[in-house]
């Protein structure tokens, strides 16, 4: 049980921010957050992790709260290939042993 | 293009009947994932190797098998096929062994159909 909580579906226009919620109250000091998609007939990729700062990279930023029991994952100006399923994943929460357990994750509609 | 390698592409193949999958990472990677995702069950881990070796299991079943080889590829084995294994198999790899710091590359997955 990968224990975070994401809303199910989001919906967002093409070239406006989409800023994605998760919530893990029960994160541990160490619980490193990260955050995969998959887009439509592919395999997740990798978008970006973090544990306290907020982290920035080429596609998107990670913003972490400062209790760390949410994070956000926000893509700043979404474009229609970002429409994917968004997970947020803590691969050393309980029995992961470091390795990733994909909940439901979010889908991402992003309208032209 | 992640530099993980999957085939075949596509697999149809009838109940009770056994398959290999195989997959090879990214040159360097040495641990290599398998995943399993279905329409209701969603993208589950199945085993983790580390150069060579077994790190981690998953929601895998004992009709199911995999190894890793000396030049780090791996394959998967899915033997006694049942209907409910058809599904989209994924390989990952990391450089080393463990996810909490390292990113996963995937792979293009291998679509099993079971007739």
């Known amino acids: 049980d990968a224990k975070t909580t994401q809303p199910n579906s989001m919906e967002s226009n093409e070239e406006e921010p989409v800023h994605l919620p998760c919530n893990h109250s029960?994160?541990?000091?160490?619980?490193?957050i990260h955050w995969y998609r998959q887009l439509p007939s592919q395999g997740p990729e990798y978008v970006i992790h973090g544990l306290t700062s907020n982290v920035n990279n080429r596609m998107a930023s990670l913003a972490i709260a400062e209790d760390r029991k949410s994070s956000t994952l926000i893509l700043h100006r979404a474009t229609l290939r970002d429409a994917a399923v968004y997970y947020c994943?803590?691969?050393?929460?309980?029995?992961?042993?470091?390795?990733?357990?994909f909940g439901k994750g979010t889908k991402l509609s992003v309208k032209p | 293009d992640s530099g993980v390698t999957q085939t075949p592409k596509h697999l149809i193949t009838a109940t009770g009947q056994r398959v290999t999958l195989r997959c090879s990472p990214r040159s360097g990677d040495l641990s290599v994932y398998w995943y399993q995702q279905s329409l209701d069950q969603g993208l589950q881990f199945l085993i983790q190797y580390y150069n060579g070796e077994e790190r981690a299991k998953g929601n895998i079943l004992e009709r199911f098998s995999a190894q890793q080889f000396p030049d780090l590829h791996s394959e998967l084995n899915l033997s006694s096929l049942e209907l409910g294994d058809s599904a989209l198999y994924f390989c990952?790899?990391?450089?080393?062994?463990?996810?909490?710091?390292?990113?996963?590359?995937f792979g293009p997955g291998t679509r099993l159909t079971v007739l």
């Open positions: 994943i803590l691969p050393n929460y309980g029995g992961s042993q470091g390795n990733l357990i």
């Open positions: 029960t994160i541990s000091g160490t619980d490193y």
């Open positions: 990952a790899s990391t450089r080393g062994g463990t996810s909490d710091l390292d990113e996963q590359f």
